[in-house]
């Protein structure tokens, strides 16, 4: 039997009520169907990422967050890029083994860096000894970097995170790929487009920047399935659009660190870069992300002492303006973030996880005064931050730009108009799945979950 060409898009901030501006995939969904799509909580790019590439939930493929907190070493990394982070296998694996005549391709998810599929790309730019960068991408094989950056120039990375960040990412994300398929095309190529996550948490996901922006990456994915089905040919290609979650119209900012400094909870220490969380120190800090904050504890607690922190830490976020749920012990395990109701013992979760209302999200600062605030704070620094930073979008031109750039990050968090990660209860199902080919979703809502299985019985396999 011929082998389909499967093209499985990930798209953050993708609405069922955004395809009537999107007429390409209105197109699509016409042509085979659509259906409701639950992602799993918390709805951040990283564990959404995980679970539709894997078809496990964040407990077992062990991306929790768009960070990983090391409880023993008392490291956290935001944004971690390698492959091996996953504890669950990938389904680009999964179909090499069951069908190594098989090509495959991961395109800019986040994290893929040195996944085993045939075509590999993501960002990875390389640090210079004199502290300057070198914009770079890891790729596989190694030099078709190199090839890219001939053809089309560098990755815009600029445009791809931070203020300027736009349709320009997206564009060479897809030229890219067209080129590195052109001369054997991968039977499966899973491709990140990330360009509707940007004017959504702007200006709101209902704001005309935002109703812009769907048609943009219409254009592009148009472009994209045109181009790429003329490579494979006639009938062969099947095209999968996974959202990964609904963006949302916020209007207040939580700050879990705060709270916790004030409560005595948090410590932190004097550094050439200002005062930094004291993560030795501190009894309880919080990871904040988007909408959803993983409060980690300190190590080696008496059985007594830590049910008393988590009770402590539970009287403080409950019933407080912006926060949903604060969730330990059991409802982790429920809520699909943890095997076990501690998670210390084996888990990548916080021992508490607080959930943010529909209309809130969490900010990372554990200080008031913004003198008082790291050098990195109006930087953008996606890795030192002890969170996602949503102002790393915006420019501020009330105040001189730290030394040695061109311009600085804001501190207002109220400019913030949309954020993710939170799940409704009664509305779970808050993004849509459509394929090009009749009766492959069926009509029933699904879960993230179910894409991974959905993308291997499109090739026979299981």
Not at 77 to 85: A, K, N
Not at 321 to 345: F, I, K, N, Y
């Amino acid at each position: 039997m011929t082998a389909p060409h499967v093209l499985l898009l990930s798209v953050p901030g993708l609405r069922d009520e955004d395809l009537a501006r999107m007429p390409c995939l209105e197109a699509l969904a016409r042509m085979g169907g659509k259906v409701p799509l639950e992602p799993c909580f918390p709805a951040v790019t990283c564990p959404v990422q995980a679970t539709l590439t894997t078809g496990a939930m964040p407990r077992r493929h062990g991306i929790v967050a768009n960070g990983l907190y090391d409880r023993a070493t008392r490291h956290l990394e935001m944004w971690i890029s390698p492959d091996s982070c996953h504890r669950a296998e990938r389904v680009w694996d999964r179909l090499k083994a069951e069908r190594p005549d098989l090509r495959t391709a991961a395109w800019f998810l986040l994290q893929s860096k040195h996944a085993r599929a045939d075509l590999v790309c993501l960002p990875a730019p390389r640090h210079n000894p004199d502290g300057t960068e070198t914009m770079w991408c890891h790729t596989n094989p190694e030099p078709l970097y190199g090839t890219l950056r001939e053809k089309l120039g560098d990755f815009p990375l600029h445009k791809f995170w931070g203020p300027l960040a736009g349709i320009d990412s997206t564009k060479w994300i897809v030229s890219g790929f067209l080129e590195a398929a052109a001369a054997a095309p991968p039977h499966l190529a899973v491709v990140y487009l990330p360009h509707l996550d940007y004017a959504a948490q702007r200006s709101g996901p209902d704001s005309a920047p935002a109703h812009a922006a769907c048609g943009e990456l219409d254009a592009e994915i148009g472009r994209l399935v045109e181009e790429y089905g003329r490579l494979v040919g006639p009938g062969n290609l099947v095209v999968v659009v996974a959202g990964e979650y609904r963006i949302r119209p916020v209007t207040h900012a939580v700050f879990p660190n705060r709270i916790l400094r004030e409560a005595g909870l948090l410590a932190v220490r004097d550094t050439p870069e200002g005062a930094l969380i004291d993560f030795e120190r501190s009894r309880a800090w919080a990871l904040a992300d988007h909408q959803v904050g993983h409060v980690y504890l300190t190590l080696g607690l008496p059985r007594a002492k830590r049910d008393e922190l988590v009770e402590q830490i539970h009287s403080l976020f409950e019933r407080r303006r912006g926060v949903q749920r604060v969730l330990s012990g059991t409802a982790l395990v429920g809520s699909g973030l943890s095997d076990t109701p501690v998670p210390a013992l084996a888990g990548r979760c916080g021992d508490v996880v607080i959930e943010s209302a529909a209309d809130s999200w969490q900010a990372y600062p554990w200080w008031t005064d913004p003198a008082a605030a790291p050098s990195f704070a109006r930087t953008i620094d996606i890795h030192r931050k002890p969170g996602y930073d949503p102002l790393e979008l915006f420019v501020d031109r009330s105040a001189p730009p730290p030394p040695g750039m061109p311009f600085g990050i804001p501190l207002d968090t109220s400019l913030v108009k949309g954020s993710h990660g939170a799940i409704d209860a009664d509305d779970p199902h808050e993004t849509v799945l459509l394929c090009s080919r009749p009766g492959v979703i069926g009509s029933e809502p699904l879960h993230a979950r179910d894409v991974a299985g959905i993308v291997m019985r499109l090739f026979g396999a299981g």
